[in-house]
Each structure stands twice: as structure tokens, then as C-alpha cells.
């Protein structure tokens, strides 16, 4: 690593400290200088803290972004993907602040703080959107897959300067598999953990070791407490799976076994426990053991599936990791329970029918054209489930009085009078006309 880098922080820009001063002397005297006598001059700093080789790559989204309140967790991501199209994506959509690559080279993608949508619907300790209080940091690789001896270093370091900046204790670095969570759907009524698996071999103690974590959290006080089931069991024993102990002949022993990853229809692992929220997908199609095929939303009966049906996922760069807000019904007739579950007729669940009424699941349950609505919704309707209907920007009574701090999250929604729908960053506040709609998360 050259001298250039050596010295490169999260912080950029910002001015020396007494202990980067002497840093910054020792290097000229060499790197072998610095190694020998740092730790008895900067007695607060690891002896040998790698540097990071980091640098600027920011998205387009980050001038409009907001500031986050404040920050209490890191959230750990793993790409899916290859360097070159995850990091244009995440350019393109904001959805991280920082990119660690398999050489261990760091981009800043989103000002640190700003607000990233890199964990999309999540909830932790009774806090949802967990994007508004967080750090995201991506690792390109996948979810089961080892980082590279450079990425544990890159990452290691990237994660200790996070921490001492924003005095967050180990235990609230956490996985994006975590965190996320899926709303009610066929195969489940009600809010459920497993929507993800995302970076879940970051939840494991050898693991966290590397990355020089001492603590993790040992269990789901979102699921404790009702708020959330699981529908993973297999990840949940796995990300809070407790401290391996020594082995009888040395060594370590216990790691948790890994969540099966089969991609094959049985009577223990349904379509969307292999697809997920992709399920019922254009994208995902469905290899049956006759040969036959049939795309995810050209499948109504999910309950006659035969075993040993092959689901391919096929995961476009568009469609990976998109805001997860809206929900479209793809089949006519789609009952609302289906995309809303137990929240279908809920107040906080929105209606966009293709005839340009907007209405509230609770409004359109008062009536007999509204229930039969919901029984069948048609074809091109879309659905925010867990939002507030704010109601319409008039003169007297702007944005920031309806949604407060939110009126311009990444979250928040804005329905112009002729029906274009853009997300809070990407409106500017003085060109928004009266009857605009605005729907904040809850």
C-alpha cells in the first residue's frame, strides 16, 4: 500500500489530530519507523491498525439525501454479485455508504452522514426503517461464502473507525439478515424475520473475531416481543447461534450449520422459502419434474406445487435490491389479503387503483364496492403497507408540517396531481404543487 493511502481515513477532509500528526511524521521516516514505536506514542490506537485504501465514488443521490437524526447501528451487507455491477447499482440507488471489494478497497458511496436505503423494510429493538439510524457497509461477496484475507483487514479497520466516531458498541453492528423483515404474504399472515439472508456468515463469533468484534446479539427482541415472526428457523438458529466452545483436543468447535440452500420444492422448503419475496415473480420461473415451466406470476394454486419443482431466480441488475416500498398486483383479481395479509384493511395500508383513486385499506373496508375491491384487486394496482396517509400539500400547510423530519426521506412518498410518484429525495421542496399527496412511513 503506498504512503498515499496509508494514512487515508473514513473521514475525509478532516483535520489532523495530535495522534494522525505523529502518525503522519513517523511515515516520513518509513513505515518500519511507525510499526515500532506506535504504540507507545498513540496509546489509544491498535498498534498495527491497517490503513484503508479508500476512496470517493459517490452516487448522484447523495446532494439530496438528509442527515440522519442520529446514528446508533452498523449494518453489514454482502453484494450477491461481482464488484462492477453491485457498485454501479449502489452508485445508481444510494443504497450504501461504504463498498469494501475483494482487494480490500473501500468506496464512500453515501456522505457518512447521510441517510443510505441499504436495509430497505427493517426493523431492530422496536425501531423500523433501520436505514434512518444507521451505517451500511457493503462486502462484495455472498451471504455463505468467506471474505477475502484483504476484506477481513479493509473491513476490520473500516468497522473500528465507524465505531469510535459514532460510539457504536459491538453489539449493535449487525447483519442485514438481521435486521430485515417481510410483510404478510400467502405463506405468511404476519410480519416475519427471514426476508433476507444477507451477510449472515458476518453473524458468526469466529467470524466477528476477524473483524475484531467481541460481542453479538444473541437473540431477536423484535420476535420476543411479538412484533415479529420467524419464518426462517434455520437462519434464526444461525445467526444466534451462542459462542462455540473449545474442543476437547484444542481448536475451536460449534460453528452453526448452515441454513440448506437447496433451490428444490419439498414438503419442508416452500417457493418462498427458496425465493422469497421473488416468489411470485416475473423473474423467478418454475421448473416442474415433468420439464414444463411456468413463471412466478403466472402461478395461481401455490398449494399443488410438486416436489422436486427447480426454482431459478434470475436476478437482472435492475432487479436486485430496489426500494422495497410499493407492492403491484402483476394477476387481476389479486385478493388484498395476499399482499397485505392480516393489514389489509389497515388505515396505515395504502390502495393506488389504476383508475387514479388512492384510498386507505380501513376506507375501502367501509363499504360493499370497497370490500369487493379488496377481494379482487385489478390488475395494476399498488399497495405501501405500514404508512401514513398524510394528506394534501396546500398553502398553509407545507411538507415538513405533514412529515416533519421525514418530509424528505428516501422513504416518503409524493403522488403529484396528475399522478407521478417520486420518493422525498427526489423532490425539491419549492416546486411542489398544492394536492400533492404525501405518505410517510409509520
Known sequence: MSEENANKRVEEGESDSPPDKVRRQLLKAGTGALLAVSAALIPEQPAIAAALDISNRFSPKNRRRPRRPYTRYLVLHTTEGGETSSLRKLRKRGEAHYLVNRRGKVYRIIDKNKIATHAGRSMWEGRRNVDNYSIGVEVVGYHNKELTSRQYTALRELIRQLQSLYKIPDKNVVTHSMVAYGRPNRFHRSNHRGRKRCAMILARHDVRARLGLTEKPLRDRDVEAGRLKVADPDLHRYLYAPQPRPASGGGRRGIPQAPDESNLISSKRSAWLIAREAYNSPQTVYIFPDGSQKKGNQIKNWGRIPAGTRVVIQRGEESQGQFEGFREVSQAATPASELAGDDYAAATTIYFLPNGMVRTGRELQRNTSGRRTLDGLPDGTRVLVGYIYGGHVK????????????????????????????????????????????????
Open 395 to 442: 398553502g398553509r400547510r407545507l411538507p415538513a408540517q405533514i412529515a416533519g423530519i421525514k418530509w424528505n426521506y428516501p422513504s416518503t412518498f409524493y403522488r403529484f396531481p396528475g399522478g407521478r410518484i417520486l420518493s422525498g429525495d427526489a423532490v425539491d421542496a419549492r416546486s411542489i404543487p398544492q394536492g400533492t399527496l404525501i405518505f410517510y412511513q409509520n
